[in-house]
């Protein structure tokens, strides 16, 4: 995992600041970089850079908080914004879609939705970082959203004979190899496992979208997979979960 995004907080209600500030303590690959209670100090924020997201109410104080994201918008800034506010009336959704924000969430909100509304940010900002020189089908898919098994977030999810302490040494093993393409037998010294059973690891995290799988033909018409991390987040969770 890169360096932690830079996470900016707009609000004008101490009581939702303060929500804001605790939920984003229990992320990880966040940091706070700037708290501002109204427009112009959150523009001059922007304006000193190092910024990643932006969390945004609309109703503040003399103006409101999309003039942020048409400033932003205006200058070209790659900065993912996040509406966290009461403004759910319909022009402002179809402003803020408009406009290029990222999510929105209406208050009052749980604290699920708001870490799966970062976790989404902070994955797309990962996988951007980490992309290939050509960009594979699946490569875009998470960057852009469209990835329908997500992270793995719970033991519970796991197919039957695989178990989380297992798997988070596997994961281990993966994050030893860094950003290189690697087969399974690469694996195998550092896990202890047999060829089989690592290939039911692998196929689970290629599955769940982590990990990208190809197949190939070795010496004498062998099969032989090799894999690429997709999803650096959702490794190293995986890897500290054993």
Same mark, same amino acid.
């Given at each position: ?5 830079? =996470? ?7 009581? =939702? ?18 708290? /501002? #209670? ?6 001059? =924020? ?6 990643? &997201? =932006? ?6 104080? *003399? ?6 994201? #048409? ?14 506010? !009461?403004? @759910?009336?319909?022009?402002?959704? #179809? ?8 999510? +929105? ?5 749980? +604290? ?6 970062? @976790?989404? /940010?902070? !994955? ?9 020189? *050509?960009? @594979? ?6 960057? +852009?959203?469209? @990835?329908?098994?997500?992270?793995? #977030? ?27 393409? +690697?087969?399974?037998? !690469? ?10 059973? &690592? ?7 290629? *599955?769940?979208?982590?990990?990208? *799988? ?14 690429? /991390? ?13």
């Amino acid at each position: 995992m890169s360096d932690p995004i830079r =996470v900016l907080i707009v609000e004008d209600d101490p009581m =939702v600041m303060r929500l804001n500030l605790e939920y984003l303590n229990r992320l990880d690959h966040v940091t706070l970089a700037a708290q /501002c #209670r109204d427009v112009p100090s959150a523009l001059d =924020v922007l304006e000193q850079g190092g910024i990643d &997201l =932006v969390l945004l109410d609309v109703y503040l104080r *003399e103006r409101s908080g999309l003039d942020i994201v #048409r400033q932003l918008q205006r200058q070209g800034r790659d900065i993912d914004v996040i509406l966290i506010t !009461a403004a @759910s009336e319909v022009e402002t959704v #179809r402003q803020a879609r408009k406009l290029g924000v990222r999510d +929105f969430l209406v208050k009052p909100f749980e +604290f699920e939705r708001f870490r799966d509304a970062v @976790s989404a /940010c902070v !994955a797309a900002r990962d996988s951007l970082r980490h992309l290939p020189a *050509e960009a @594979s089908q699946r490569d875009l898919d998470r960057l +852009f959203g469209r @990835s329908g098994s997500g992270p793995i #977030r719970h033991p519970d999810d796991l197919p039957k004979g695989l178990t989380a302490p297992t798997l988070a040494q596997v994961a281990r093993a993966i994050t030893a190899q860094g950003d290189a393409q +690697f087969a399974t037998e !690469a694996l195998a010294p550092a896990t202890g496992m047999s060829r089989v059973s &690592l290939r039911k690891y692998l196929k689970h995290l290629a *599955e769940t979208g982590i990990l990208e *799988e190809s197949f190939h033909y070795g010496q004498v018409g062998r099969p032989s997979f090799s894999y690429r /991390c997709l999803d650096h987040q959702a490794l190293d969770a995986l890897a500290a979960s054993g």
